[in-house]
């Protein structure tokens, strides 16, 4: 029993972290490779860059987007999911 008292304070703080840290950073991780997996040719979107298209091509990991002046092939990790939600929440 007293060897669990020593360690009790490290084991709190390691629950601490999982739930403040850990677990929160997981679910974003998930949110995002579904969020990437969702989207399609048409879809208006923002770059974490900041550029603004709209995607005419989709690949395994890539995308093609049209913006005005030009197309520009990006990564599908490169678009901002929460800027991307907010651009398509405005319209």
Known sequence: ???LMKFAPYLLMFVVL???MIRPQQ???KNEKEFESSLKVGDKIIT??????KIVELADTSAVIETMSGKLKIERSAISM???AALNKKA
């Open 18 to 20: 999982y739930f403040f």
């Open 48 to 53: 974490k860059s900041g550029f603004h298209g």
């Open 82 to 84: 929460e800027m991307s």
């Open 27 to 29: 679910k974003r991780v």
């Open 1 to 3: 029993m007293q060897d």
